[in-house]
């Protein structure tokens, strides 16, 4: 399976504290994205980063991209009750096929 | 507002009763998508369509049918359905096909079949 695996499954942190969730994948990538979903709604894109890109940034966001490890990070700094979520990374592989998603990290911050 | 809408949020039907979700957006967009999400399992795709006229099988298309008559429009169909098909789903559009862009996501539909 394409699937990319995110780790930790779970994640509880304290207000201000930064938060990491990886993801891994197998195969090569066109890009590689993170979205957000908050509890039973629809998902948010975050940010895509392309294959031939390491490190991209969005506010709070920091993802960076090591396509020889095959793997990708989202890190959200001083986190916010706000960002409670799961977070989802999803891999393009190639041509029109489609964006493939891991099965999610949840995210708790605590106030 | 860009956006993607899904009817009904919410369904609770019985087996065997057909029912149509519909999913529009009006972003031009050519692509569509129809997503169904279960515990443990994540995301998976069930149809998905390039462009009006063109649709084409996810991974888990079985139970399920598309059309694509006009842009905007991407309605999933359940001719029978069953209670394995109870999921959360979502339909997402983007401007090209494939995964070369970000999707945007409706904001979902609870199926119950019991």
């Known amino acids: 399976s394409q699937q ?45 980063i392309r294959s031939n ?42 041509g029109n096929t489609p964006l493939v998603f891991g099965k999610g990290t949840r995210l708790s911050v605590i106030a | 507002e860009a956006q993607v809408t899904q009817n009904p949020r919410y369904l609770i039907t019985v087996t065997g009763k057909k029912l149509t979700v519909t999913c529009s957006q009006n972003m031009n967009h050519e692509y569509m998508s129809w997503y169904r999400q279960d515990p443990g399992l994540g995301l998976r795709q069930i149809y998905y369509s390039m462009n009006v006229e063109v649709t084409d099988k996810g991974d888990v298309p079985e139970g399920y049918k598309v059309s694509r008559k006009e842009k905007r429009n991407f309605p999933l169909i359940l001719e029978s359905p069953s209670p394995n098909q109870t999921s959360l789903y979502f339909c997402a559009s983007s401007f090209v096909g494939g995964g070369y862009n970000e999707q945007f996501f409706g904001p979902g539909t609870r199926l119950t079949v019991l």
């Open chain 1, 53 to 94: 890109e390491r490190e991209k940034h969005s506010g709070r966001l920091r993802v960076t991209l090591d396509t020889s490890k095959k793997s990708s990070s989202l890190l959200i700094t001083a986190s916010r009750a706000a960002d409670t979520a799961s977070y989802f990374c999803a891999t393009h592989h190639s």
């Open chain 1, 4 to 48: 990319g695996e995110e780790d930790p499954q779970a994640l509880s942190i304290q207000e201000g504290e930064n938060a990491t969730m990886n993801c891994s994948y197998k195969t090569s990538i066109n890009n590689l994205q993170w979205y957000r979903q908050n509890s039973g709604r629809g998902l948010v894109h975050l940010i895509l």
